[in-house]
């Protein structure tokens, strides 16, 4: 509540979570073209608008309802790989269009890594539209749909939990367990429906070098009797020089010693 006059009531679509004006000005200004990602529990819209002194105008546009209309879509289309590909679909009009790249456009919504925001800017980003982003953010493992097969095959075929999480894979007859192999038919038929479109290939992971082992020390091998002997030989007259030249007794170690003048007190040396 306002406690003074100086208080100001925010913009409606500030206090409604719509717009983020200050996000919304430096995209503006920076006068490129912006791909708008809204997503809710049963569709994905990518849009890419441009800012005009008149409004915004859309570019080129895609929603999730357009896999089950034109491409044979039979999962729900509010998931992950939905997200994808519906970017794809939206990346390639754009193309189409002229449109060679854009900036992401969130909104409001959290940057949350492997979301079904970063699924669309991955679609628009294999269709060939340049969009500065974060390879960290892209998860590409949820792209494909794999945690999809993974979570039914852990849940098991049959099970209560299984026909009630996958209800609407199970009425359109396609298996969850499958459902990378559905996400890649797909894919192909959308680019397909593009002529002389080329989507951006996967590139392999690189495999790490294999550490290449310090050689290792030969381990020096046993001597002989033989080698024994002779390294004992050369040992002894050494022992024998070192015991001659040390002093037997303490008699000879003080007749050996240089003897001083002695001088008695208060006697002048000459």
């Known amino acids: ?90 990346g390639l009009k754009a193309k189409t269009a002229g449109i060679t790249e854009a ?32 390879e960290e953010k892209i998860v590409k493992e949820r792209i494909k749909g794999e945690h999809i097969s993974k979570y039914a095959k852990n849940v098991g075929a049959g099970s209560e ?16 367990e499958k459902i990378s192999e559905h996400v890649s038919k797909v894919k192909a038929d959308i680019i397909a429906s593009f002529k002389g479109a080329k989507i951006a290939e996967e590139e392999p992971t690189p495999k790490a070098a294999p550490k290449e082992k310090a050689p290792k020390e030969a381990a020096p091998k046993p001597k002989t009797a033989k080698q024994k ?14 015991k001659e030249r040390a002093p037997k007794t303490k008699t000879e170690a003080a007749s050996k010693a240089p003897k001083e003048k002695a001088t008695k007190k208060g006697v002048k040396k000459e």
């Open 103 to 134: 900036i992401l456009d969130i909104g409001l919504v959290s940057p949350t890594k492997g979301s079904r925001t970063f699924a669309v800017l991955s679609g628009v980003v294999d269709a060939g539209v340049e969009v500065p982003h974060s």
């Open 229 to 242: 002997e002779k390294a004992a030989a050369k040992e002894e007259p050494k022992e024998k020089a070192a």
């Open 161 to 176: 939990e299984y026909n009630a999480k996958f209800s609407q894979y199970i009425a359109k007859g396609v298996a969850p």
């Open 1 to 90: 509540m306002a406690k003074n006059a100086s208080y100001r009531v925010k913009l409606r679509r500030r206090r409604e979570g719509k717009t983020d004006y200050q996000a919304r000005k430096a995209l503006v200004t920076s006068r490129k073209s912006r791909l708008v990602t809204r997503t809710s529990l049963r569709n994905v819209e990518a849009q890419i608008i441009i800012a005009k002194p008149h409004g915004d105008e859309v570019l080129a546009a895609a929603n999730s309802r357009e896999l089950i209309k034109k491409y044979g879509w039979k999962a729900p289309t509010g998931n992950i790989p939905a997200a994808y590909l519906t970017g794809l679909i939206c």
